[in-house]
């Protein structure tokens, strides 16, 4: 398929932020977006880069009254060697096609996708910002755009991919974070759609996110909905525990999202030779490894914050500080080779880094 570019007349153009640690994530968009259409007996057609820009939906339209959706989140760097990348986006495009099968959303051809996705960023290539620390955050997303209230999947969808720039995740430094395990709400349950990025994930759990922030807290830790018993997931971050020099994460049962992140955690872990482990950790087990200090690590994994040290967990009424309460090493390991790869300052020996040009 062909792509069209309809590039937006310089009068029309807006100008990058000149600084943007200042921007709140998630809210300045470039001049750009790509979309396109699939329509029932057709498929995907009308490809096309252009104004980025409202979208016109009837109030019928099935993703305003049953969710219908999938979306990605992935970043692009401008890097200490001059050159424009993104980190895996392969994965991201094939997670997108996992999720769109749970939610009944037609599969995207990923190749494609990813060259629309260079397209796009080769247009607005200006915005993404060359600052320590700062990317321009990608979001493709998929809508069910059919106007029919009939509970049903869509026999007509939106594909875009729009664009915000951001700025550095830790701009008073790289500090641990104060976490709740939520006893009363659960995330996902064996059957539901944990494991699918998809948009009713995240509008059940804002209720969660609010009442502990509002008691200081910066994340929540989930449980499962079974027991109450194995921890999942950290607000939208995988979550690892170093428990006698051991690396340890939920293993992938279905209600857990399966972060890229915590894939590149895992990987690097095993290149240095540390030992491993996805398994089922209950939050007894979190608590007891705390008592007697084999815990010395708690952290969350993934896009935005690429590593989030947690310096304090409260359950059940008592908080408990993590290690010394500070950063670990082990978090600190992770971000900077991360983050390393990300700009260009650490050797891409497992070949994650995607130049745009
Ligand atoms: C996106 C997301 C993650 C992290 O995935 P990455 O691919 O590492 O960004 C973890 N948990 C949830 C619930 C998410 O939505």
Redesign the pocket.
Known sequence: MEIKILPVPPEERKTPPNDVSNIVFGTQFTNHMFRMEWDRGVGWHDARIEKYQPLILEPSAIIFHYGQEAF???KAYWTTNSQYVLFRPD??FA?MNRTSERMCLPPIDEEFVLDALKQLLREDIAWIPKEEGTSLYIRPTIIATEPALGLKPSSSFLFFIILCPVGPYYPEGFNPVKILVSEKFT?AAPGGV?EA?TSG??AASNLVEKESKEQGFTQVLWLDAVERRYVE?V????IFFVINDEIITPELVGT?????????VLQLAKRWGLKTNERRISIDEVIQAIEDKTLTEIFG????AVVSPVGELRYQGKSHQIGDGKTGPSARRFFDELMGIQYGLVQDSFQWIEPIE
């Open positions: 990605e989140g992935l994965q991201n997670r995330r944990g990025k994930n995240y997931e607000g939208s971050m995988n857990i999202l399966p972060g890229i992140t915590r894939k590149s994994a993934g896009t935005a």
